[in-house]
């Protein structure tokens, strides 16, 4: 599915031979594009982009103890979250920002979750500069966002059945 997208934008059939780790473990190419790749359940989702760096998450909906995660939240966070009409979707709503933020950066969960600040569909990292944007891809059933350091970008979404 990505070695379809990087062809399609015309990065050529062999670019996923140029595939390495970044400093914190992010997997990157050598050309002046960035990709994420997340998957939950049935559902598997590529990003790219040739204009900044990029992070995706996506995750089920679906009932679980939830409460045992608290520790990973601001108390304001988790105040919305334990007061929401649905608590398991406004988790997740959070968790997918955070991680998509992380991942785009390059971090992965190596920052801890309490340390990515939500505000709507801005999202910072604490102690540092770095902040992301979110855009939702609807999905039935799942919370998925889109999160790249700036706002002004176009977004494409392509459904593939493999």
Known sequence: MLQRLLIEA????????TLHRGPYGK??????VDFNVSHSEDK????????RAIGVDVEKIRSFEWREYSE?????????I???????????????????LLKAYGFGLQ???N?????????????TSMTGFFREI??????CYICTPSDDYDLRVENFIV
């Open 10 to 17: 015309n990065l050529g059939e062999d670019i996923l031979q």
């Open 27 to 32: 997997l990157q190419l050598s050309a002046a």
């Open 44 to 51: 598997v989702v590529a990003v790219f982009s040739n204009q």
């Open 72 to 80: 990973l939240f601001s108390s304001t966070d988790w105040g919305i």
């Open 82 to 100: 334990t007061s929401a009409n649905d608590p398991e979707k406004t988790f997740f709503d959070f968790w997918t920002k955070k991680e998509s």
């Open 111 to 113: 920052i801890p979750l």
């Open 115 to 127: 340390q990515v600040a939500i505000h709507n569909n801005v999202g910072r990292i604490e102690n």
């Open 138 to 143: 609807e999905i039935p059933e799942y919370i």
